[in-house]
């Protein structure tokens, strides 16, 4: 069945970047686009942008372009997303999900990612 | 910019309809879609397009549209439908993706 899972919780400090996978099973990559939202505590959804891994084309939301790069790995079935420059304001759970004929079908369990000094 | 407004809060009775709305200009040209959420978990699809329920999800969800509102209704309420519910839309190009402020459905 088709199952996407994220890498673990990550503790970050301000100015680091981190890069989250996100391991696709049950489909291949390249048949579907990809896209990456957060959440951070007590909030809801807010979308990051989005990634076609047939041609590795993505398109960000204004606010993460030029600090988030979106990518992908058809070789073993993952998509990779990495923030830059981190801030405390991006302590979030940063999730996959996918976009097909019906969008956001399936998501990632979520991956922690706490930005402290 | 976009925006997608919810009510905060809804609380109903086991058993009862909980009605969830979703308001916002866009929501006349572009399709909508409703997420559960429950504590510590993975937003979960229930309606998309409106009113299409993915395989898997009841039939006491379902959607609606009236002019520039979406409705999640749920029908027969149980315990275990208490979440945070989520609407979600698209910007007028269609590219860029949005999210309502939530509605936590309490069954008291």
């Known amino acids: 069945q088709v199952q996407l899972v994220q890498s673990g919780a990550e503790m970050k400090k301000p100015g680091a970047s981190v890069k989250i996978s996100c391991k696709a099973s049950?489909?291949?990559?390249?048949?579907?686009?990809m896209h990456w939202v957060r959440q951070a505590p007590g909030q809801g959804p807010e979308w990051m942008g989005i990634?076609?891994?047939?041609?590795?084309?993505?398109s960000y939301a204004e606010k993460f372009r030029g600090r988030v790069t979106m990518s992908g790995d058809t070789s073993t079935n993952t998509a990779f997303m990495e923030l830059r420059s981190l801030k405390t304001e991006d302590t979030a759970v940063y999730y996959c999900?996918?976009?097909?004929?019906?969008?956001?079908?399936?998501w990632g369990q979520g991956t922690l990612v706490t930005v402290s000094s | 910019s976009y925006e997608l407004r919810q009510s905060p809060s809804v609380s109903v009775s086991p058993g009862q309809t909980a009605t969830i709305s979703c308001s916002g200009d866009?929501?006349?040209?572009?399709?909508a879609s409703w997420f559960q959420q429950k504590t510590g978990q993975a937003p979960v699809l229930v309606i998309y397009?409106?009113?299409e329920r993915p395989s898997g999800i009841p039939e006491r969800f379902s959607g609606s549209i009236s002019g520039t509102t979406v409705t999640l209704t749920i029908s027969g309420v149980q315990a275990d439908d208490e979440a945070d519910y989520y609407c979600?839309?698209?910007?007028?190009?269609?590219?860029?993706?949005?999210f309502g402020g939530g509605t936590k459905l309490t069954v008291l």
């Open positions: 999900t996918r976009d097909g004929p019906i969008k956001f079908d399936r």
């Open positions: 397009k409106e009113t």
């Open positions: 979600q839309s698209t910007d007028n190009s269609g590219a860029s993706f949005i």
């Open positions: 990634i076609n891994l047939g041609d590795n084309i993505a």
């Open positions: 049950g489909y291949s990559l390249t048949n579907y686009y």
């Open positions: 866009v929501l006349s040209r572009r399709s």
